[in-house]
């Protein structure tokens, strides 16, 4: 049984996608065994409550510098024990020291096609307003495992999304979301729960 712990920050919508997953049995061999958010008005921590997943609440904000906020972080996520860590549009900064105790086993999930329209200060609408200003004519989603860069690490699972005449940001973003982000960080997730997802060579190589 896969331990999953999900960082967010905001609606949640990527974490209702694995709620669902779990409840429906598409993703096998998971619980979810907490959620932790930043942010204490984030929806998602109200769709984790409404599911009865144990929540809290841990910001940067509350603390009298960073490194603090580090060493409290590491401890309550070392508490839950978990097997896996999922980013699902989890905004902090995630310490170095997470991610070397936690190698290969921290998912996030990016809305784009990286390498495109990724690294430091490609988030949310800007990833979808800079394919709209580029104007590709795909875009898409990624699973990649969280190491030391910003959206750098081995890539998991991608889906490619058609972008449409008339495409706003907004529904450019709610496509991607729909098509691909709540697709591919389940499957992911199901696959690794199953053993079915390794990372050689800096590459993640998925087995049938
Ligand atoms: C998603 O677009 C995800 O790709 C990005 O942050 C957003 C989170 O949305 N990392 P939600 O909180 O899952 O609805």
Request: proline residues 4%; neutral net charge; hydrophobic residues 40%.
């Amino acid at each position: 049984m896969l331990d999953v712990v999900v960082l967010v920050s905001g609606g949640g919508t990527n974490l209702q996608a694995i709620i669902d997953g779990v409840e429906s049995g598409s993703i096998t061999n998971t619980r979810i065994t907490g959620v932790i958010s930043n942010n204490k008005n984030a929806y998602a921590l109200e769709r984790a409550k409404k599911h009865g997943v144990r929540n809290q609440c841990i910001s940067p904000k509350d603390f009298a510098s960073r490194d603090e906020f580090n060493e409290r972080f590491i401890e309550v996520i070392d508490e839950w024990k978990p097997d896996l860590i999922v980013l699902a549009g989890f905004l902090v900064v995630i310490p170095p020291a997470m991610i070397e105790r936690y190698r290969n086993r921290i998912v996030n999930i990016h809305p784009s096609l990286i390498p495109s329209f990724c690294g430091t200060g490609f988030y949310g609408l800007k990833v979808h307003e800079a394919a709209l200003e580029r104007g590709v004519k795909v875009v898409g989603a990624t699973v990649h495992f969280v190491d030391e860069g910003t959206d750098t690490g081995p890539i998991i699972l991608q889906k490619a999304v058609e972008v449409e005449a008339g495409d706003t940001p907004e529904i450019l973003q709610k496509r991607v979301m729909q098509q691909a982000e709540w697709k591919i960080l389940p499957r992911a997730i199901d696959l690794i729960a199953n053993g079915k997802v390794s990372v050689c060579d800096g590459k993640a190589v998925i087995s049938q």
